[in-house]
């Protein structure tokens, strides 16, 4: 009798757990050392951090496999985030659960269907989160939000082009170019001027 009742609880609380999410996660990034760098001849490298690592990312695989992440607020989306692989600053990789955030109506998502957000929080480290969002024009763009307060963001090494990556530390961010009133890299203008006026012994990067 007492053996019937242990089993009914582990029944009752195996079915109230979330489901397991997705299992695959996305493998799409691969590193390459900053010197292997190579874009295409019109791509602009608007600045350069000084510390990061960098990636090749399969785009179109990435961005397909984003399109299957469950919606927000819905059963599915709590049951059965989507796993996926990113990169950190210092190039490890960490998996989140991701889930498809839209941030416009309705009729503009499904106008621009190559245009999506995402937000997610770190299998092993929940409260570490992130946003992504991607686009044809302006690639994968993620930040991650450490527990530390710390924040890491992954762009495009050169904007025209979505297949060289760059992970780095907001710290990072050319001390030169940074207003210290302004705390993100979508805060940082940044001229061709400047970036003449900036220039460092950093790795050469190959136009192709």
Known sequence: ?????????????????PAAAQSNTGRFWQEISNDAISIPENAVREFEPDAYTSFELDYEGM???LTTAPREWTE?????PLHLEVPQADGTMETFAVVETPLVSEHLRQKYPLIRSYTGYAIRET????TITVSPDWGFKAAIRRTDHGVEYIEPVARGQNKVYMVYDRVAYPAKLRHPELRTTTDFPVTIGQLKETKTDRATVKHI
């Not at 007492?2 to 582990?10: C, D, E, G, N, Q």
Request: aromatic share 18%; no cysteine.
């Open 1 to 17: 009798m007492r053996f019937t009742f242990l089993l009914a609880i582990v029944a009752v609380i195996g079915f109230s757990r």
């Open 63 to 65: 961005r397909v496999y």
């Open 76 to 80: 599915e989306g709590y049951k059965k």
């Open 127 to 130: 409260s570490k989160k992130i």
